[in-house]
């Protein structure tokens, strides 16, 4: 007879360091092996000659990466708190069931779908995400490009979390979620099978996602799953080679706070110049693309309005 599903007891904050235990950090184990393979594809590029990796941008990734694992290390203890603290509220917890990781996984993906979405149709969502699209080369150390305020997006997430999933599932989720992210970031796996890519966010799908091409833009935001999008109206086949990084390229491309905090800056900027709540909450909410072009047209009436000499 099967053991019940739901009707797990709270658990008690005391027990916090259990959880923390039995939770396997997944992420720091494969560190060593992320770090192998991405030697191995830039020992690859260089032999052949290959422009896939630029020196001061793959410095910047690997700053950005380990500021990325200081961060996460710093808010693992808060993060559980609140996770634990959601769990034990709910009437329909659900008991620790390792199979319960396959549905919490195709939730999550779910939900990580419309987070990816908003993170590029709303400015301030992309300021905690462009860091990841600010490189000019796809290959794996891209995958080390995660913003050090990422966090604030758990808020997209609390859907999974009301659902009842045990706390150990939930972060086991997460972190496989962002562990099968590092493989679909390079150009020397082509085309899959045709029913692999058809289900899956395969390099492929996401090379379009890194496209800065008009017809590239804000596509496959699948993280696992790309049925997603072609459930949404938001899915793009790799035709054209893509051109990668983002519209207007950042500088300092080995300063990871720069890197980080570029756009941050710049929205607090416009912000300020901004007359009227309306145009402020433009420039705060509005869509990066939008606020690009708009910018992109004010600059260039300013230029074509002063007198040539």
């Known amino acids: 007879m099967l053991d019940p599903l739901f009707g797990a007891p709270p658990i008690p904050i005391h027990q916090l360091l259990t959880v923390e235990t039995n939770t396997p950090n997944l992420i720091l184990w494969a560190v060593p092996v992320m770090i192998f393979f991405t030697a191995i594809e830039m020992i690859g590029a260089y032999v052949q000659e290959r422009p896939v990796y630029e020196k001061h941008e793959t410095i910047g990734s690997v ?14 203890v808060a993060l559980l708190t609140a996770t634990v603290w959601v769990y034990n509220q709910l009437p329909w917890r659900m008991v620790l069931h ?18 990816h979405r908003v993170s590029h149709e709303q400015r301030f969502w992309w300021a905690t995400h462009v860091v990841h699209h600010s490189g000019e080369h796809y290959n794996l150390s891209v995958s080390f490009r995660l913003s050090w305020v990422q966090h604030l997006k758990i808020i997209f997430f609390l859907p999974v979390a009301l659902i009842g999933f045990h706390p150990i599932i939930f972060f086991t989720t997460n972190q496989i979620a962002v562990l099968f992210q590092f493989w679909v970031h390079t150009e020397y796996i082509r085309k899959m099978p045709a029913w692999v890519e058809f289900i899956f966010a395969t390099p492929s799908n996401h090379r379009v996602h890194h496209g800065s091409q008009p017809k590239y833009i804000d596509k496959n935001y699948g993280a696992t799953f790309i049925i ?29 706070f720069h890197i980080n905090f570029h756009e941050f800056t710049d929205m607090v900027r416009d912000v300020r110049a901004a007359r009227g709540l309306r145009r402020k909450l433009f420039f705060i909410f509005g869509s990066p693309t939008k606020i690009a072009e708009e910018k992109r047209q004010i600059a260039t009436f300013d230029f074509s309005d002063k007198p040539h000499s």
């Open 228 to 256: 997603w999008d072609r459930m949404f109206g938001t899915y793009q086949p790799e035709e054209e080679t893509p051109v990668y990084g983002i519209t207007t390229n950042i500088a300092h491309k080995a300063n990871p």
């Open 98 to 115: 390792w199979w319960t990781l396959i549905p919490c996984y195709i939730i999550y993906d779910f939900f990580s779908y419309w987070a």
């Open 63 to 76: 700053l950005v990466g380990l500021g990325s694992l200081a961060v996460s290390a710093a808010l693992k």
